[in-house]
């Protein structure tokens, strides 16, 4: 059983659309999120990160939180074919969970 | 920086086979981990060791599979003897403390004939 969970995609948006990506998770004491971004043939790397307080902007990226559903969200704005890649969210790593803190990732094509 | 290396990027084998992974981490890292990614599992967590010394191997699938760190520059993974089901990307990762950012290598593409 995982921390967090993920909708599963693939997603296929048009240039230019609006995309959420989303999870949720196990754990209510967790105080951050991280989103990591990995391209085809190469290791995920940090996107943004949130704390569980809100709502991180960053470009045409926003993180999201909703402590009472224990869902995290990751919206792109204006999405652009070099988005195109899959989108992990994650926990940081505890050695309590004995468990993969990420998520299954979601992949994700923007077509021109 | 160079970032976390692996080698090699790539490995064919066949089945009954010793396969050893080799990482180097990020200069000053303290914190290194080892996952497996396939598409039926996602990014499974193998071990993972802080300041060299093996913390957590609960992910290790069975007694084929071992891994040591025997100074802070460098990381071994290996298979013995390799199975077909084995066949998976293999990424290295590290980080400066155990709670924050991981900085994954290239991964190696594993094939077990």
């Known amino acids: 059983q995982k921390e967090v969970e993920q909708d599963p995609g693939p997603l296929s948006v048009p240039e230019g659309a609006i995309v959420s990506l989303n999870c949720t998770y196990s754990?209510?004491?967790?105080?951050?999120f991280m989103w990591y971004r990995q391209y085809s043939r190469k290791g995920p790397e940090l996107l943004m990160y949130?704390?569980?307080?809100g709502n991180k902007e960053d470009g045409r990226f926003t993180a999201q939180v909703d402590k009472s559903s224990k869902y995290i969200s990751l919206f792109i704005r204006d999405s652009q074919p070099s988005d195109s890649a899959t989108y992990l969210c994650?926990?940081?790593?505890?050695?309590?969970?004995?468990?993969?803190?990420f998520g299954d990732g979601t992949t994700l094509t923007v077509k021109p | 920086d160079a970032g976390v290396i692996q080698s090699p990027r790539h490995e064919v084998t066949e089945m009954g086979q010793e396969v050893t992974l080799r990482c180097k981490p990020i200069?000053?890292?303290?914190?290194l981990f080892w996952y497996r990614q396939t598409m039926m599992r996602g990014l499974e967590l193998l071990i993972y060791?802080?300041?060299?010394?093996?913390?957590?191997d609960s992910g290790m699938p069975e007694d084929r599979f071992s891994a040591k760190m025997p100074n802070a520059s460098f990381s071994t993974l290996k298979i013995q003897p390799s199975e077909p089901r084995d066949s998976a990307v293999y990424f290295c990762?590290?980080?400066?403390?155990?709670?924050?950012?991981?900085?994954f290598g290239p991964g190696t593409r594993l094939l077990v004939l």
């Open positions: 990762a590290s980080s400066p403390g155990q709670r924050q950012t991981q900085y």
């Open positions: 754990n209510s004491a967790f105080q951050y």
């Open positions: 949130t704390y569980s307080s």
């Open positions: 994650a926990i940081p790593f505890n050695t309590n969970a004995g468990k993969s803190t």
């Open positions: 200069s000053g890292h303290n914190s």
């Open positions: 060791f802080n300041n060299n010394v093996p913390i957590d």
